[in-house]
């Protein structure tokens, strides 16, 4: 679908959130300035977060909470690099609770997503207006992983 306005985004957003329960993933994926947390906010009216207007990339805090008829974790990993090490237990905290957990650059921590999920690509067409797809994902069953990972990719100093 296309939106033409950061208002038509925060409206797909929150007709999103109508359809999610508990438990529930939203994957972002989208470049810089795509629309992913003017998404959110839409996601966080649906929610019925107070003051939903005032969401805000939680980019230098990893996450935020709010308040709503579930809570909503926002989680933005745009800092997250291949030299960070990650817990995954903080992420399953989230991802499996009693909550909407929404994950902004979602594509850095594939494989820690949840099996059933949504992924809600974004894209930029103009100043304006986005491209925004989204699909139901059921991955394959996963071999069971060490909890920590490292997702530092080997440097020519270290081989």
Sequence with gaps: MISKSVEETIKIGERLARKLKRGSCVALIGD??????VFTKGIAKGLGVKNARYVNSPTFVII?????????????????????????EDFEEHFYSDGVCVVEWADKIRKLLPKKHIEVRLKVLGENKRLIGMRHCEAAKRPKQSKKRLLRRPSASSQ
């Design 32 to 37: 810089l300035g795509s629309g992913k947390t």
């Design 64 to 88: 935020k909470e709010y308040m709503g008829k579930l809570p909503l974790y926002h989680l933005d990993l745009y800092r997250l690099d291949h030299s960070s090490v990650i817990d995954a």
